[in-house]
């Protein structure tokens, strides 16, 4: 009976007590779960730890009550995989940490059309973590980042379309990766070259 209710009336149970229905969600999706992370990591016993990790901060969030029942369940679990998947990348130096050295280019952070399935989960959360950034710069360093980083325009371009001297387009794209470096450090954000 129990093992033909939805993901949201076995979360409801378990929520309320009753082991059995975590036991039956995990049974339900460990397949799809453990060969997402198998397929990230290429790795028998860390695809193994990373899933009973995904688990152990599914029940975690369940018994405190931050579960937020959308008839999501799958995906949320996936979500979780998939951070801890990425977590396992940046703690294994398979992802360099960024010193804050003087030759820090913004632009080597992305763009690298040759990328394995490992390098691709990396590099998607590094562009977020940057864009999450970029919105908080001042407006004007923040249009000229994007018109350079996005638009791919020259400055000559860029100074035309804002209406300043070049060299105030440069001093505002400089300002802007100065910013970024600093908020980049402040928040001990990781990225990979």
Known sequence: MENTLQDSALV????????????ILINRHSQRVYSFIFSKVYDKDVTEDIFQDTFIKVIKTLKRGNYNEEGKFLPWVMRISHNLVIDYFRKNARMPKFE???DFNIFSVLGDPSLNAERQIIKDQVETDIKKLIEELPEDQKEVLYMRLYKDMSFKEIADQ??????????????AIINLRKM?????IVLTN
Not at 12 to 23: F, R
Not at 184 to 188: A, L
């Open 12 to 23: 409801a149970k378990y929520i309320k007590g009753d082991e059995k229905s975590l036991e």
């Open 100 to 102: 804050g050295s003087e």
């Open 162 to 175: 804002t209406n300043v001297s070049i060299n105030t387009a440069l001093g505002r794209m400089r300002y």
């Open 184 to 188: 980049v450090e402040k928040n001990n």
